[in-house]
């Protein structure tokens, strides 16, 4: 992709009316289509996360959360009747069994979709429907099994976008698809949907990192970069979305992704690669986590990403009368920025920052990397959480094939302790 991929991204005049149109139109058709199941689960007795599952009024799966005590949980589907069952999988089986505490609701509650609701919205969201796990006082509720062979079987989707193995040459991710994602979000869900893959079949004596793509761009930007990695030792993960959507949409979408996989797959630790607004996705996702999911994530290491947002975006958003949710969501001071660092990330987790300053661009508050202003790359917040700040004299999009870059990875991954994740 060219460097001016963001620009063209963020600057009305540059994407053309069209494009406006069509994620304005977009936005407006998800709200006329789409409802939000949503609720919040109770405090649990044993202190474990749950499995909340989204039942069709039949009875048939349709998709599922695992969800911390305390935790609200969001599906959003097209509107129809559904159901919610929840259960603590106590044996680890992702099957509900006749002993598990469990709480069903025959009929779940839903509400019209608020494209980027407020704190506010989203806490009446999460007031819909209330699980509180119980061993007895349900009737005998749907079979539910959500082992992955299962849930191949019964979701084509799933089985398509969820731990398979793919190429960087993948169809899906190419500029006819990343165009969708970023000016037609919602036929890109239709079409394509959020992924998660592997390059290689899962080994489990390996520690995945998962790479995180930024706006108007695929996992395929990895793939230079994915070269020099040490295969050997760790697996690499491709996690996809499409750039258009709000962005606590998509890094809700990713941790629930990371949930997954230490549920399932039970990695000793994990690691966490972001380029460019991938970054804001990245740290959003983190912050999801609980205390002990987030133990095992040990390395966060982000390249060239705006914390304090795009003046483009701002401009966009006060000049032209369309709705972009990036465009909110990267305009300097917005709640999504101010919610990156309104908590720490837990101690043990290694950031590292990379920077890119080349490729110095008049159009642009200078000095810049050619897309991205110095200034909000070095965010003060981001700066203080950081362990360890790197410059790197790369362009926005020339450092994902930067030897300095790539060897600085490597030493990141190499200073890994043995064991856990702090020295």
Request: proline share 5%; charged share 25%.
């Given at each position: 992709?060219?460097?001016?991929?963001?620009?063209?991204?963020?600057?009305?005049?540059?994407?053309?009316?069209?494009?406006?149109?069509?994620?304005?139109?977009?936005?407006?058709q998800a709200r006329q289509e789409l409802v939000v199941v949503a609720?919040?689960?109770?405090?649990?007795?044993?202190?474990?996360?749950?499995?909340?599952?989204?039942?069709?009024?039949?009875?048939?799966?349709?998709?599922?959360?695992?969800?911390?005590?305390?935790?609200?949980?969001?599906?959003?589907?097209?509107?129809?009747?559904?159901?919610?069952?929840?259960?603590?999988?106590?044996?680890?089986?992702?099957?509900?069994?006749?002993?598990?505490?469990?709480?069903?609701?025959?009929?779940?509650?839903?509400?019209?979709?608020?494209?980027?609701?407020?704190?506010?919205?989203?806490?009446?969201?999460?007031?819909l429907n209330t699980l509180d796990l119980q061993v007895v006082g349900d009737a005998a509720p749907p079979r539910l099994d959500l082992r992955l062979e299962v849930l191949y079987r019964e979701q084509p989707r799933l089985q398509r976008n969820y731990l398979q193995v793919v190429k960087f040459t993948d169809p899906r991710f190419d500029d006819r698809h990343i165009q969708l994602g970023a000016w037609q979000p919602l036929s890109f869900m239709r079409e394509v949907g959020y992924g998660l893959y592997l390059l290689a079949p899962w080994d489990p004596a390996k520690e995945p990192i998962i790479l995180v793509h930024g706006i108007n761009a695929s996992p395929r930007d990895w793939q230079a970069l994915a070269a020099s990695l040490d295969l050997t030792r760790f697996q690499l993960v491709l996690f996809h979305y499409p750039s258009g959507l709000p962005l606590r949409n998509s890094a809700y979408m990713l941790s629930i992704a990371m949930r997954d996989m230490l549920l399932r797959l039970a990695p000793r630790r994990m690691h966490l690669f972001a380029h460019s607004m991938g970054g804001l996705v990245a740290r959003r996702a983190l912050q999801f986590l609980d205390e002990n999911e987030a133990r095992r994530l040990c390395l966060f290491a982000t390249l060239s990403t705006p914390w304090d947002g795009h003046p483009s975006a701002a401009t966009g958003v006060q000049r032209v009368p369309f709705e972009v949710p990036v465009w909110r969501d990267m305009a300097p001071g917005s709640p999504y920025l101010r919610a990156l660092f309104a908590r720490p990330l837990p101690a043990h987790i290694r950031q590292w920052m990379l920077v890119s300053y080349g490729g110095n661009r008049r159009l642009l508050p200078e000095p810049n990397d050619g897309v991205v202003p110095l200034a909000s790359e070095l965010r003060s917040a981001a700066q203080d959480e950081a362990g360890r700040l790197y410059l790197v004299d790369e362009s926005h999009t020339g450092i994902l094939h930067s030897r300095r870059a790539t060897a600085l990875l490597e030493r990141a991954l190499r200073e890994l302790p043995e064991q856990g994740c702090a020295d």
């Open positions: 992709m060219a460097v001016l991929r963001m620009v063209l991204a963020l600057v009305a005049v540059a994407c053309g009316g069209c494009s406006l149109l069509e994620v304005d139109r977009e936005m407006q609720g919040r689960l109770l405090a649990t007795d044993s202190g474990r996360s749950a499995l909340v599952a989204l039942l069709d009024g039949k009875g048939g799966f349709v998709a599922y959360r695992i969800v911390a005590p305390g935790e609200a949980f969001y599906f959003t589907q097209a509107p129809g009747d559904y159901q919610l069952l929840a259960f603590d999988d106590r044996n680890g089986n992702f099957a509900l069994d006749r002993d598990e505490p469990r709480h069903w609701l025959p009929q779940a509650r839903h509400a019209p979709l608020t494209v980027q609701p407020d704190l506010a919205e989203r806490e009446r969201l999460a007031q």
